[in-house]
């Protein structure tokens, strides 16, 4: 087993295309997604898994892109915001987020998005508590919260 | 972040050889929530991370009736509280997997990892004192089984040798007609570090109503989480009522010494443990019907 103190290659799925970059073993994978791959959507907040801006999709489950190191993605599947639309259709709740301002400064809303999609996707039909307990990984500084329930209650299973 | 090496062991071999090859600076690797951190800030600097969550041995979750439930140490929380077994057996885990850290922390967080962090204030740990758990530690001498009461040395410290992993924790199987639950006191809703934690455990004969079986254990109010033994005894033998409750959460803070700080001053902290103390063993009692 090679014990690697310089770059060593990660291979991984990063929205739907096979990746193959070489990084070192002590960058994060939000390092990697925004310098290596530059896919900057993902956001850099508190960088101690707080704040939830750095959210991504592994597996189909969300979690903090600063908490996790970029070569425990190796042979995962890797979805970040810019992997979410279908070309020039957005992804529901991108634009459940667009439809209701769910968003004032926009730092935090790539995290908020994918812990939504990740939550939604798992919980088809939540109460509003069971959102808000989903999300609460996920700060944001400007809209006090409502119209991101909102946004995202309106497209839950009635 | 400073430079280290980094390895991810198919097998337990392998990682027990990685970690004695490091010269007591390796570091496991399971969810990373805590030790990502802690590298970033330079609290931690090992010249070696070792990933253990690619070891089929660390991803066992089973539980088999006559043996108890084993949580291998790269199983995450989010796993752990969906497995039918604990939410039908064990209660408190259950619930600790499910307000440790946020849902992205939960995703990648295991128990095990919660443990071998040692912090006071660890949510997951006082569910397993009170059922007895035992970590399974592997090192270059082999394994060797430690009871959870005896793991904990210190704020972030424990018995485990810097060249030692623990593979998985055993739980076992709650007794007949019990029931287990965990309270934490945090000034908000979610995405935070208790200011005290209470974790109770009683069983009950169905017969004669007395209290066969009783665990108590507090979190965040010792330099490491600890079983409430005196209050256990008062339940122990009687017939559980509310006067019973009230006696033995009264004694909880004999087993504390907490400190006062920004979260919460002693006396605080004190009387936070005899009332979440009371709560979880309210809870208990209408969870067994009684």
Known sequence: MEQTIRKAPLQCRVNGENVEVLVK??????????????????????????????????????????????????????????????????????????EHGALQCG????????????????????????????IAGNLCRCTGYDKIIKAIMSITEK | MRPFAFVSP????????????????ARALAGGSDLVDQMR???????????????PDMQRLEYIPEDGLHIGAGVSCTRTGEYAPVV???????EVCGLIGSTQIQNRASIAGNVCNSAPSGDTIPPLLTYDARCIVVGPNGRREVPIAEFFAGPGQNVMAADELL????VPPPPANSSGRYLRFIPREE???????????????????????????LASVAPTPVRARDAE???????????????????????????????GSVEYRKELCKVLTQRTLEHCLADLGM
């Open chain 2, 191 to 217: 995405m935070d570090i208790a200011v005290a934690g209470a974790a109770s455990m009683i069983a009950v004969d169905p017969a004669s109503k007395r209290c066969t079986t009783a665990r108590i254990a």
């Open chain 1, 25 to 98: 073993p002590w960058q994060t994978l939000l390092e990697v997604l925004r310098d290596e791959l530059r896919l900057t959507g993902t956001k850099e907040g508190c960088s101690n898994g707080n704040c939830g801006a750095c959210t991504v999709i592994i597996d189909g489950q969300a979690v903090d892109s600063c908490l996790t190191l970029g070569l425990e993605a190796d042979g995962h599947e890797v979805t970040t915001i810019e992997g979410l639309a279908d070309g020039a259709e957005l992804h529901p709740v991108q634009r459940a987020f667009m």
């Open chain 2, 167 to 170: 593979l998985e924790i055993v």
């Open chain 1, 107 to 134: 730092f935090c809303t790539p995290g908020f998005i994918m812990s939504a999609k990740a939550f939604l996707d798992k919980h088809p039909n939540p109460t509003e508590t069971e959102l808000r307990t989903g």
């Open chain 2, 88 to 94: 039908e057996h064990y209660p408190s885990i259950k």
């Open chain 2, 233 to 263: 005894a008062v339940l122990e033998g009687q017939v559980v009522n509310a006067d019973v409750i009230k006696a033995a959460s009264d004694l909880t803070p004999n087993a504390t010494s907490p400190i006062s700080d920004v979260r």
């Open chain 2, 10 to 25: 198919r097998t337990l071999d392998e990682a027990v050889q990685a970690m004695a090859g490091a010269g007591g600076n």
């Open chain 2, 41 to 55: 800030v330079g609290r931690r600097t090992p010249s070696l991370v070792v990933d253990i969550k690619n070891i």
